[in-house]
């Protein structure tokens, strides 16, 4: 048991490998392959690279935790199932991913429409573990276990907490066998699941995918751009209206809505909305869904915590990627403390799956080595030999100024008002820069959302996101301590001061919110000590940070992608491990 491997093969696949059972890589798959939200297969790319993190190969794996998803049709049995459902969800597929489904089978449809209806039937009735284990190249007496959606979410949530025991909450679109939802407790390394929502025409996460498809952007991607545009509109005029497509059970533990007992409730639902919001503006049917989804998600969660009694909460999956979301749920009289996993769509779930099988193996270990987390710089992380071949084969000037010449270099590039990519160590998990695939700048400059996203190529309604010193967090943001160790990964907004609003417009949200990163000098020193020599040159002790990369791209990965960014002008210099390239030698595109 002392490799073991977990795959996430979800809409955007990952792989995380632990050794002893402490988590040494973990990596989407989309950062290797250069793809948005890279997912529907086997993520062979990032299981190779938290390998080659690790210096291991496939045949030293001991034991595989996959979730139950996508996987070569090679490595199943063939059998006479439902096929207007499985055409259903490749047409899914393509619309979420844009990509075709080729030779494939989807392994959640087996679970749905085979196993489901007979429930003596298992999954691996129709999957070959040997096949699988030859083909992907792992030792033939390799161990193979699937494992749930959801419990993958809730056990990386409750483990990662630092909790000895709390309330668990997961949500999302769906799961497995239509599982949208579900609510237990976390003690002494025990998971019990009390509550479970799995009528899809009350997903939360499909209301608000839908909602967001409807607006004009892409589900399972664009859905913090509604997030951002709701707090400019008015949600009174279809609040009502859109209680009927999401609200409360009338048990108070679960949700409910008009479609929920209906055929097709997914696309009856969704078509009740479309003709919903005809005649409204944007802005007030952002309003509205963020209003509806807010006080029916709080409102659930207050009940079970209040039923359970605990006061600690850790929450997983794509819901929970709602900043402002968990904000009210922290500010709740009956939480504590509120942990939200970073990796909260279906990439984490690869560390969780991981989580699982050491506990199947070893029952008690998430009891005994449940762990408070303190990073999330599970990936590559190129040495200066890397960096150094990379820039030469460019034909790069560049300076090797050493980690202080580069801190001092960005500090005063940023108080001058420029940006600076900014690359550094080993790469984050999840949605989130965290300051080692970062573009930072001075929070200053309000007029820097409309030029620099331009730059970019994104369009965005949400400002940029602060990275600012932990010690300095009451200083500018309004009721921390709940949501203080979720800030850490950037997972919850705060009000921030009256006094600071004006003094950082551009890292502040027309609804006086901001979405910090809270940095730690014991946690990440090179970031901090940048962070604290802008603080010395302007008496502001945050800077802004937005993620690595351009409109429709992965964050950065290694440092190919991060020179190119400078190449094409996205910043004006580039901190590259102890280098310093200048932007000056490029002609910049405005």
């Known amino acids: 048991m002392s490799i073991v491997l977990g795959i996430a093969s979800s809409h955007d696949s990952s792989a995380a490998l632990f050794r002893d059972g402490v988590l040494v890589a973990a990596i989407s798959e989309e950062r290797m392959s250069r793809v948005k939200c890279d997912g529907g297969r086997m993520p062979r790319l990032a299981v190779d690279e938290v390998l080659r993190i690790a210096g291991l190969a496939r045949r030293d794996v001991d034991c595989i935790a996959s979730n139950y998803d996508h996987v070569s049709e090679a490595y199943c049995r063939r059998v006479e199932w439902h096929k207007r459902a499985e055409r259903a969800v490749s047409r899914q597929f393509k619309r ?26 298992r999954l691996e009735d129709y999957f070959s573990r040997e096949k699988y284990l030859a083909g992907e ?21 409750a483990y990662y907490s630092g909790f000895d025991a709390c309330a668990v909450v997961t949500m999302d679109g769906e799961g497995d066998l239509d599982m949208h939802y579900t609510a237990g407790t976390f003690i ?29 952007f892409r589900s399972l991607r664009h859905e913090g751009k509604v997030l951002g545009l709701a707090a400019y509109g008015d949600p009174a005029p279809l609040r009502d209206t859109f209680r009927k497509a999401m609200r409360i059970s009338a048990d108070g533990f679960g949700f409910s809505s008009d479609f929920g007992g209906k055929t097709r409730a997914v696309a009856a639902r969704k078509a009740f909305l479309a003709e919903a919001i005809i005649g409204h503006s944007r802005e007030n049917v952002a309003a509205a869904a963020q209003a509806v989804f807010e006080e029916t998600i709080v409102a659930i969660l207050r009940n079970h915590l209040r039923a359970t009694g605990m006061r600690r909460l850790a929450v997983n999956g794509g819901v929970f990627a709602n900043v402002k979301l968990n904000q009210r749920i922290a500010a709740l009289d009956e939480c504590d403390e509120l942990f939200v996993f970073p990796g909260m769509s279906d990439t984490g779930n690869s560390v969780g799956a991981a989580l699982w099988l050491h506990e199947k193996l070893d029952p008690g ?8 987390l303190e990073t999330v710089y599970w990936g590559t992380d190129p040495d200066d ?18 980690i202080d010449g580069v801190i001092e270099r960005a500090a005063q590039a940023m108080h001058r008002g420029q940006v600076v990519g900014w690359f550094q160590g080993a790469m984050e998990f999840g949605p989130r820069a965290l300051g080692n695939r970062s573009m930072v700048a001075a929070p200053t400059d309000k007029s820097i959302n409309d030029w620099f996203n331009a730059r970019l190529e994104r369009s965005e309604f949400m400002p940029f996101a602060p990275s600012a010193l932990a010690e300095y967090a009451d200083e500018v943001f309004e009721g921390v301590g709940p949501g203080r160790h979720a800030a850490e990964f950037m997972t919850i907004t705060f009000d921030v001061k009256k006094a600071w609003q004006m003094r950082i417009p551009a890292v502040v949200h027309v609804d006086g919110t901001a979405r910090p990163q809270l940095v730690r000098r014991d946690r990440n020193p090179k970031y901090w000590a940048l962070i604290e020599r802008y603080r010395q040159l302007s008496g502001i002790p945050l800077i802004l ?40 030698q490029f002609v910049k595109k405005g």
């Open 188 to 216: 002494a390394g025990r998971f019990t699941q009390q509550h479970v929502g799995d009528t899809l025409g009350t997903s939360p996460g499909h209301f608000y995918m839908d909602l967001t498809e409807l607006l004009g």
């Open 137 to 157: 190249g792992f030792r033939p007496d390799a161990r193979l276990e699937f494992v749930d959606h959801h419990l993958s979410h809730a056990v990386a949530a």
């Open 96 to 121: 979420i991913t844009g990509r075709e489904v080729t030779s494939q089978v989807f392994l959640r449809n087996i679970l749905r429409h085979i196993v489901r209806k007979a429930p003596e039937r």
């Open 365 to 372: 270990f998430l009891g005994r080595s449940a762990r408070r």
């Open 545 to 584: 940070n937005t993620s690595f990369n351009v409109h429709e791209e992965p964050i950065v990965c290694g440092p190919k992608e991060a020179v190119q960014a400078v190449v094409d002008a996205r910043v004006d210099h580039l901190a590259i491990g102890p280098f310093w390239v200048d932007g000056g």
């Open 385 to 402: 030999a890397a960096i150094r071949a990379e820039l030469d084969a460019r034909g790069l000037k560049y300076e090797e100024a050493g």
